[in-house]
């Protein structure tokens, strides 16, 4: 992998349209952000491939699933969703339909799409949020929460999914709820999320309802006498049946960079390296 000599290297692969997509308020702090290591240069939607490959860790090129780019899988999604049955959909997804929206809550916020397939939200459309809900609006089977909670190995395909899940997602949160110690305080108040009681005995449990058939678990666990600190993240068993492994390493992926954003608001420098 070559490193970038500084931020303006990355900047002048970027398209400078400061689409926001990546969820960077400009293409020059997502350009500082890759130079910093906080953020990988394929995180840009719009990017060219072979440009940002140079940049990447080899574990990054070998890992990274193969699919469509994002704005092509998002227009296939929305194309799907604009043929269901949308009042059938939301009995089977644990939505509100009203006679032309069918709304379900993510992290406590509605989020809506109407009968033509436009969504309405007050979250961000970004990738991270709009591509799982169109995936859950068409894999979902209603499959009721089973309450025995696994990690990614443990699901369906997730297990070649695990190494770089643990990389990009659990290091970079057990780093952040290091540093700031306010982040689960935050979890449960911003993000409609719940304190529970341990299943493996952490410190600290927190159940964030991404959807409403897909809660999260992140349980961590202290420095305790130098042996430090660790943080795992869990799914519900029914996660099979109501999503897919890479939408759940997506979503992972997505909190992880939105708690860090949170966290450098506060003031704290996470270092992702």
Known sequence: MARPENAMQVF????KSNCRKCGEKTC???????FQGRRSINECPTIDRQEAEKYLPDSDKL??????????????????????????????IGGVYDG???????????????????????????????????????????????GEWLSMRELSDGKERYPLFQKRCEEVMQRIGDVYTELFDDMVHLFQGREVESPFDSDISVVLPVLPLVPLLICY???????????????DRSLDENLDSETAFTIGAGLTQMF????????????TS
């Not at 430090?228 to 869990?234: A, E, I, K, Q, R």
């Open 63 to 92: 890992s990274r699933p193969a699919r469509e780019e994002p704005d092509e899988l998002f227009e296939q999604l929305k194309q799907e969703a604009a043929a269901i049955d949308l009042q059938a959909a939301a009995r089977r």
């Open 100 to 146: 032309n929206l069918l709304t379900i809550k993510i992290l406590g916020k509605n989020f809506s799409i109407d009968r033509e397939a436009n969504l309405i939200s007050d979250i961000h459309m970004i990738p991270w949020v709009t591509v799982p809900f169109l995936t859950y609006l068409l894999k979902c089977r209603g499959t009721p929460l089973t």
């Open 12 to 15: 002048s692969l970027l398209d």
């Open 221 to 235: 666990w202290k420095d305790d006498e130098g042996m430090g600190s660790s943080l795992n993240v869990f799914f």
């Open 28 to 34: 020059l702090a997502f350009a500082g952000a890759v």
């Open 260 to 271: 860090e954003n949170l966290a450098l608001r506060h003031g704290y420098a996470v270092n």
